[in-house]
């Protein structure tokens, strides 16, 4: 199928010094958990990309030497030439599609303490290392500055010889020493390097000439710059320091990669922030350079991206999410398949993986990560194994992804639905504040479902074990959810909590439904993620007075990894929300709840009108645990295979739901495996 005209632009190669990019996707480097742990894994997911149709595919951030040892982190590695066969896998699997393969190389400096090299870290000036750890950074003498540009050209050199198109001078997310240079308050330098701009510029200007001069005969020398800090006067500022450092170096990269520092900044979750809001901070950019910009925002829709390019933001559309959530986002651009998109729904759930150093995942792309060791594609399913139809219980993350799945794969599927409305608690969290774009998570589905036709959705159908063993399907996957507990049973209590009879009693599905207390109320949230704060907020925006107990030492502690923790207990004491970490709901008498020290347990009282228990989550196992107690009834009725998904197996996250509900639909009736994947192996020599 031809190009829609409209989307024609999208699809012109562009020219990024001696190389040229296929078209203007480009998917910016971005980690991913696999690193130089898992460089099978790395170069399979790259490759599946750049097999979906992104011209230019880019690494991680990737160390040059041990005096910038990421460890714990599994990011890239190209210390010395023994590192050079790992990331060489990942321009393979790039070079196959015709796709540039692109790499990050970079000093981080003073943002991590060397934990596996145990060598003291380098930075302008001596400072403490960003990380909360004991350790502090040694200023760098003229001596050590000549070994960093070394060791950078050295590294451009491997990059070269390991087949890269594209090598990148890395200046940005507060995360390399050619950004630190730049700033105040971490250069305090009086030598050529420190004090005014031009000197601090200096180191950054050098080791993109050292670039350019060793690689530049063959590679694309790219320069990834954050403009903006949105730090204030206590940072790089877009309409001052950061404009002039473009304007001082605008000829000489091949390519500016530009964002916004730090990370957390740069990948903000849709809870905070819009697709495109990047724009007001970059869009100078290009009236400074005539050399080609790409940018990031998490861009899905196709009219944006045609926008960004014919208002000359941008040259290239930068994107790290959206190619998580759908690889080949291009190629259905190119065949006019816009409605097949899995659009990024900016949770983060990606970000969490390297921050936890296991592969990548992704709410809405349940392969993310899985096409080496599970041999997973994103648009393609193993083929069905008989001709036995499957029974699928409940519509939510779990059993939309299994229904989908499973006809995509020729089954023929009866979907059952108990209500009238699709998705389950994709439908219900996405009305929560903030959460609006998760519901794209059941939109996708819902659309595939319809378009497809081996799926019968069937809604208003709330089925009794009986029901499902006479309708004499072959397989039944139970989907049916779990309901949030109302005892505060949880992480904290593992028994109930005495007293909750004294006040009305609520929980995230009361809430969620529309059933919400009055005056003040005391939130309970023993949950650790998300469900907690935005609970509050609507409370808050309904007119109520929250005070929000919370065993932890901060609010949502576990959003640390989604980068969103400081956001979410900022914005709720910009609401007005009460915090009082470290404390346990402990009991309710008729006069007041009792809070508990979570150290100490010295109790104090809050006066409160009603509770809310955010603690944990039940399965809907009813209808599993009936069919289960009758196996000469299943046997009778045919079922081959009964088996229970998402959230009804094990609550937990909607990307686990989604993952769980993919990985059934994959397994259905295919061999069992004592292991199910491959493992990135270690060989011991001698």
Known sequence: MPTDPRYSILFEPVRIGPVTAPNRFFQVPHCNGMGHLRPNMLAAMRGIKAEGGWGSVCTEVTDIHPTSDQSPYAEGKLWDDGDIPAVEAMTRAVHAHGALAGIELAHLGLAFGNQ????????????????????????????????????????????????????????????????????????????????????????????????????????????????????????????????????????????????????????????????????????????????????????????????????????????????????????????????????????????????????????????????????????????????????????????????????????????????????GRVMLEGALPGLAEWRRVADYRILQLQKSTRVDVYRDSRLSAEDVLGFGFAHVLLATGSTWRDDGVGRTHHRAIPGLEHRPLFTPDDLMAGRLPRGEVLIFDDESFYMGGVLAELLVKNGCQVTLVTPFPVVSPWADNTMEQGRIQGHLLELGVKILANQRLSALDAESAVLACSFTDRESRLHTDAVVLVTERSPNEELLLQLQANPAALHDAGIKTLRPIGDCFAPGIIASAVYHGHQAARELEEPEDAIGFRRERIIVIG
């Open 116 to 423: 596996d090299s145990r060598m003291a870290p380098l930075a302008p000036s001596h400072r403490s290392i960003v990380l909360d750890e004991p350790i502090q950074a040694r200023a760098m003498s003229l001596s050590d500055i000549r070994d960093l540009r070394k060791w950078h050209r050295d590294a451009a050199l491997r990059a070269k010889r390991a087949g890269f198109d594209i090598i990148y001078c890395y200046a940005a997310h507060n995360l390399s020493i050619l950004q630190q240079f730049l700033l105040p308050r971490y250069n305090s330098r009086s030598d050529q390097y420190g004090g005014s701009l031009t000197n601090r510029v200096r180191l950054l200007r050098e080791v993109l000439e050292d670039t350019k001069e060793a690689v530049g005969d063959r590679c694309a020398v790219a320069l990834r710059f954050a403009v903006d800090e949105l730090m204030g006067a206590d940072g790089l500022r877009c309409e001052e320091e950061g404009r002039e450092v473009v304007e001082m170096l605008a000829e000489i990269p091949d390519l500016w990669d530009v964002n916004i520092s730090g990370w957390p900044n740069d990948s903000g979750t849709s809870r905070f922030t819009q697709e495109g809001f990047q724009e007001p901070y970059i869009a100078f950019v290009k009236r400074v350079t005539s050399k080609p910009v790409v940018g990031v925002g998490r861009y899905t829709s196709p009219d944006t991206m045609v926008r960004l390019i014919k208002s000359g933001m941008m040259d290239l559309v930068g994107a790290a999410r959206p190619s998580i959530a759908d690889p080949f986002l291009p190629n259905k651009i190119r065949e006019d398949r816009l409605d097949d998109i899995r659009e990024c729904i900016g949770c983060n759930i990606c970000v969490s993986a390297d921050y936890n150093i296991v592969p990548l995942r992704c709410t809405q792309n349940p392969t993310m990560g899985e096409e080496w060791r599970r041999g997973w594609h994103p648009e393609r399913m193993n083929p069905k194994r008989s001709d036995d139809s499957v029974l699928v219980v409940g519509a939510g993350p779990a059993g939309l992804e299994a229904a989908r799945a499973l006809g995509e794969r020729g089954y023929n599927v009866a979907l059952a639905e108990a209500g009238e409305t699709l998705g």
